[in-house]
Structure formats: structure tokens, C-alpha cells
């Protein structure tokens, strides 16, 4: 989908936008934090980011909202932003979206059939979840107050509820994709998988 660097470095602005945006378009309802993780839109923008810019711009358009947000523009879940993020429970799913955006990527690269496409969505999910996990369970063990009683057990416990919302929209994206790249005669997607879209 990307034709040239301007091309990429655009859309990768883009992008860094729209997670800027997924990211806080639920924060107006304060019931979506959940263990304190927020649910937000980010995963599902990333994965069009992977999917439609490709291994090198998609992980550019992550690393570019990641440096916006370290900066101190409130681009991060609930209106946030700044170095203090950094220590945060939460930062590494952010992280996270640069490595999904360049795994998701990189599966599609060669072959754009809806089931690559479901197939990468959801491993990028599964990524998203496994290294966000893990740092919140880290941060809490070794430099944030922990709850009482806090296990590993209790903070995948603590996805749960987000889990069903993220494989849906994993879906969606595949979807999605598979609508925007059979626009690009060069990204084609094969008819027979447009009856499975």
C-alpha cells in the first residue's frame, strides 16, 4: 500500500493519529478501566497499521506515537503522556504495538488471504496481551505498590474481560484490510477470498 517513503512517512502520521485517538475514545466512560488497564482501540489500529503499511512503516508509525507520547503530548490512554509513563503497569502494552505492527506485517507481506490476515490479526493480539501482561505483572512486582494478594494469575485474571472485545476486532481488522487492499490493484487481495470477507 505504501508507494514511496513520503508516501509511508504520511501514512505513518496518520496512523500515529488514529492511535492517538483509539486510545482515548473511551476514556469519556470512566467504567472501561478494568484492573487498571483501559479498554481502548489502539490494539485494532495497530493492526491495520501492520497489515496495511507494511513490516518497515507500520512499526515506524508506532514508534512515532510512542516518541509523541514520551514527549508529553497526551496521546496515551487517558489523556496521558510524558517520561513518567515509562514506570507505568501499562507502558508495555505500548510498547508492545511496535513489535504486533512489525509481526503482523511481516505475515501479510507475501500473502494477503483473509485467513493470513485473521491469522495475523489474532497472533498480533496474542502478542499484545503476552509482553503487556508481563510487564504490568513485572511493574507491580518490582516497582509499583501491588495489590494485596497480586499474582500473576490475578493480572492475566485482570485481561479476561478485554479478551472477547479484542479477538472481535482482531476480525474487524482482517475484514477491514481485506476491504481497503482489494482498492489497490497491487495489494490485491484474491477473489476467492472476498466471499469469506
Not at 514511496?4 to 478501566?33: E, K, Q
Not at 518497515?56 to 513518567?84: D, E, N, T
Request: hydrophobic share 60%.
Amino acid at each position: 500500500m505504501v508507494k514511496s517513503p513520503l508516501h509511508g512517512m504520511i501514512l505513518a502520521s496518520l496512523f500515529a493519529a488514529l492511535m492517538a485517538i483509539g486510545a482515548n475514545i473511551t476514556s469519556i466512560v470512566p467504567i472501561l478501566v478494568i484492573g487498571n488497564v483501559p479498554v481502548t482501540l489502539q490494539t485494532v489500529v495497530c493492526l491495520l497499521a501492520g497489515v496495511l503499511l507494511g513490516k518497515k512503516w507500520g512499526p515506524v508509525a508506532m514508534v512515532v506515537y510512542l516518541l509523541i507520547g514520551l514527549a508529553g503530548m497526551p496521546v496515551f490512554a487517558q489523556w496521558s503522556g510524558g517520561f513518567r509513563t515509562l514506570i507505568s503497569p501499562t507502558f508495555g502494552f505500548i510498547l508492545s504495538y511496535i513489535v504486533v505492527a512489525w509481526v503482523v506485517g511481516l505475515m501479510v507481506e507475501k500473502k494477503k488471504t483473509f485467513a493470513m490476515l485473521v491469522t495475523a490479526t489474532l497472533i498480533g493480539t496474542a502478542i499484545n496481551y503476552f509482553i503487556g501482561t508481563n510487564w504490568m505483572y513485572m511493574a507491580y512486582k518490582l516497582w509499583f505498590n501491588a495489590p494485596d494478594g497480586f499474582s500473576y494469575a490475578i493480572a492475566w485474571a485482570w485481561m479476561l474481560p478485554t479478551i472477547p472485545k479484542d479477538i472481535i476486532l482482531a476480525v474487524v481488522a482482517a475484514i477491514v484490510s481485506v476491504k481497503v487492499l482489494q482498492a489497490f490493484p497491487h495489494t490485491r487481495v484474491p477473489a476467492k477470498t472476498q466471499a469469506s470477507a
